[in-house]
């Protein structure tokens, strides 16, 4: 009996989200989805649904350190894919260890939640520039985090390409700045500096779109890991979210999740 290949491994160092719809849960969804093996490292646990953050508890510096040498040290991994940190300690500790790991990281630097409820303290916001941003082969800010980080308000597409340096200041090898609260169709700018890709999509008249962020970065996480190329990996993992934001549906009383199964249930004889 032949021994079936190992798929590309992922590891997600992020939050968890109790309403299944961001976070960790979010990032395991997408991995499966797309192929590739997701492991875990859980930073803090939240008390979350539709409606917002109800309460936000940090684990234990050890305790992040330990889950992380357990998967590295034995498992390995081919991408690692880094949401909430919450405090400046959690920030550097996992610096620490993306340091001695050879693999690509992606930086999702997580500042609020889909709902405005602060998921990083202000402290933290000088670990993320100087100790966990120069490790990023890609950095996902979304148009509110560029603020938080570099000064940077940008309110026309054309701003896309001044808060994209000021990202790439920080030392990242790649920007992905998401600008999807700006008016028209939803387009990110995607650069090293030498190269500009611009990624466009239709806007979707659905408000379910909680987890979109955790979403994209891991999409992109699953693509690097199985070798793909930056520009490549965000494309994909563009049209990934794109289709589960399309398809996000409404979940308890406030903003629903994207959907994560969304290729599964367009498929010929899906249950749906």
Known sequence: MDIPALPPRVLTVAGSDSGGGAGIQADLKTMLALGVHGMSVLTAVTAQNSLGVQGAWELPVDAVRAQYRSVVDDIGVQAVKTGMLASALLVETVADLLAGTDAPVVVDPVGVSKHGDPLLAASALDSVRTKLLPLATVATPNLDE??????????????LRRAADAVLGFGPRWALIKGGHLAGDAVDLLTDGAQEHWLRAPRHDNRHTHGTGCTLASAVASGLAKGMEVPGAVRAAKEYVTGAIASGFALGGGIGPVDHGWRLRRSPGAVV
């Not at 560029?146 to 054309?158: K, M, S, Y």
């Open 146 to 159: 560029v603020e938080q980080l570099t000064g940077v308000r940008v309110e026309a597409e054309a701003d």
